[in-house]
């Protein structure tokens, strides 16, 4: 078997954070493996190159490029590493693309694993983007695995891009930082999803600086926490114009779990209109009970609520 | 087939429901009504297993239920229309269809059941079962599982309580519909005079007491004021 053949393991971890069959790759896609580039592909309108003074690459996407896709996954297995990384995608004018990124880990091991993927988005004049974001872990070791990813977002007048983030499995520590910066008419929608267990630990940070005119953002965050697992909400709107800002936080807790929500919103300009709203509580009584009513037991109707709290 | 036995239940020092005992028959339809806090709502959550009885039995086809949990009285065909449905994020009006049936329905199937609500079926199935549907809607949508589920005693807690006049009908429709197609027993806490009309036999709560039962041409025309009851005497008369 040649280094660039993907084994058991790899395909498994391929096929849950970025749920593609690696006999059946096509497009433009970046696989990186244990800190190196693992096997790539390119197209005409989609190029990627490796940075030459750091570790990461570039992602072209050419102008007018319209329903294609980018895999950029990411897989760690067994190692003591620190992968730090650094992506820049290049979206061209009027592209319409779907790019999805993310990283499994495998460790069977007591070493630490940890990847800080940081992504860069430039999304110019009238693109559109499409990003998927999964992280997972995995393995039967005591060794940690660390997740830090970082999103920088520029959207330019009339760009858009829409953000989904999961993460529900494996995940010992994670810091999630997105920061973006909305010219006119530009609108951003994050949706993240999060399930923490055990005693891992979860921090998201986002931070939306809404300085073009009717400029808009929209976030959804939807999380878990079980056991003694702890979780960090912030986010941090800027209206700097006329603009519209909805934050919307719900989390539901369980066993001995904490979850704190901070949420700020800032209205620089009269035009500015800002919202932010934040949930936090067990699953409501309510809804077990009318889920049981329906025959399930309390188990089915919690993993019922929780399937679709996540979906 | 379900009969509740001395049924006491007491809550903050208020006794809520006093020694209660009735005997819903098979195939009928049962009309509870009563005043507020006369305690209908409660006999109805006791039933399902919502609320616990402070004392009495409730037994189900001769089983006693007293103490069993809310899913297995489900599961044994006792079913349950909440007065305020139960919202939820990330469920979707055909996830909770779905879950009701307990398998994946086609879309033809859902499409029955809802249109049956007077719902359209592709506007709906994607949905969330969240604040962003109308209290009607939400009560339209909880009338539809019932029907899907289609249980041998089903209880609707105040089904017209939040919906419009159009839904109105339609409900008065899928409980005719029901009481045609099904040998099911129904019974409907309800102020309503149209759904105190399909009844068979009306119950009277009054402060957690038996006020008065019987069959419906017995109990309605007390139930209505004097000019009510002569116009409803004569309906009686007309249609023999």
Not at chain 1, 10 to 38: E, W
Not at chain 1, 106 to 129: L, R, W
Not at chain 1, 228 to 241: A, D, L, R, V, Y
Not at chain 2, 167 to 190: A, G, Q, R, W, Y
Request: some cysteine; hydrophobic content about 35%.
């Amino acid at each position: 078997m040649d280094n660039t053949t993907p084994n058991t393991v790899d395909k498994k971890i391929l096929k849950v954070i970025s749920n593609i069959d690696v006999n059946k790759l096509k497009g433009a896609y970046n696989i990186r493996k244990n800190g190196k580039l693992f096997i790539r592909n390119t197209t005409p309108n989609i190029n990627i190159v490796s940075k030459k003074d750091k570790d990461g690459i570039d992602i072209i996407i050419k102008e007018n490029t319209k329903n294609e896709s980018v895999h950029i996954p990411v897989i760690l297995e067994n190692k003591n590493i620190n992968d730090l990384v650094y992506n820049d995608f290049h979206i061209g004018k009027n592209s319409d693309v779907t790019i999805i990124a993310g990283c499994g880990i495998h460790n069977d091991s007591h070493k630490t694993s940890e990847h800080d993927g940081i992504h860069t988005f430039y999304v110019e004049e009238g693109a559109k983007v499409k990003y998927i974001e999964n992280h997972y872990g995995e393995g039967n070791g005591d060794g940690k695995n660390i997740l830090n990813p970082t999103t920088v977002i520029y959207l330019e007048k009339g760009a858009s891009l829409e953000m989904e983030s999961l993460q529900i499995q494996g995940v010992t520590s994670t810091i999630r930082t997105t920061k973006a910066y909305l010219k006119e008419d530009s609108n951003l929608t994050i949706k993240e999803k999060i399930m923490t267990t055990d005693n891992q630990e979860a921090v998201t940070d986002f931070y939306v600086e809404l300085n073009g005119e009717n400029s808009s953002t929209h976030v959804v965050s939807r999380s878990i926490a079980k056991d003694t697992s702890k979780q960090q909400f912030s986010s941090n709107i800027q209206g700097n114009t006329k603009c519209f800002a909805h934050v919307e936080c719900d989390a539901i807790i369980m066993d001995k779990a904490k979850v704190v929500a901070i949420p700020r919103i800032d209205a620089n300009n009269i035009d500015a209109n800002l919202i932010h709203e934040a949930a936090i509580g067990k699953i409501a009584g309510e809804q077990l009970i009318k889920l049981m009513s329906l025959g399930l037991s309390e188990k089915q109707a919690e993993q019922e609520i929780i399937n679709g709290f996540l979906k | 087939m379900l009969e509740v036995k001395n049924i006491c239940f007491s809550r903050d020092g208020k006794d809520i429901l006093k020694n209660i005992s009735l005997k819903f028959p098979k195939n009928k339809v049962i009309v509870i009504t009563g005043a507020n806090g006369s305690g209908k709502s409660t006999l109805a959550k006791i039933i399902m297993g919502i609320e616990k009885p402070d004392s009495g039995k409730i037994l189900f086809n001769g089983i006693d239920i007293t103490d069993m949990p809310i899913d297995k009285r489900a599961n044994l065909g006792i079913g349950f229309a909440f007065q305020q449905p139960v919202k939820f994020k990330g469920i979707t009006v055909g996830d909770i269809l779905n879950i009701t049936a307990n398998k994946k329905l086609k879309k033809c199937e859902l499409c029955d059941y809802l249109s049956d609500v007077g719902l359209c079926a592709k506007d709906y199935i994607d949905r969330e079962l969240d604040s962003n549907l109308s209290g009607g809607e939400l009560k339209r949508i909880e009338i539809a599982m019932l029907a899907l589920k289609n249980s041998e005693f089903t209880l609707f807690d105040e089904p017209e309580a939040g919906i419009d006049l159009w839904s109105f009908n339609s409900l008065i429709d899928i409980f005719e519909n029901m009481k045609k197609n099904t040998n099911n027993t129904i019974v409907i806490i309800s102020h309503q005079e149209r759904i105190l009309d399909i009844a068979d036999e009306i119950i009277i709560l009054e402060n957690g007491n038996i006020k008065d039962m019987g069959k419906k041409t017995y109990i309605l025309p007390k139930l209505l004021d004097s000019s009510k009851r002569k116009r409803y005497c004569k309906e009686v008369v007309h249609n023999g």
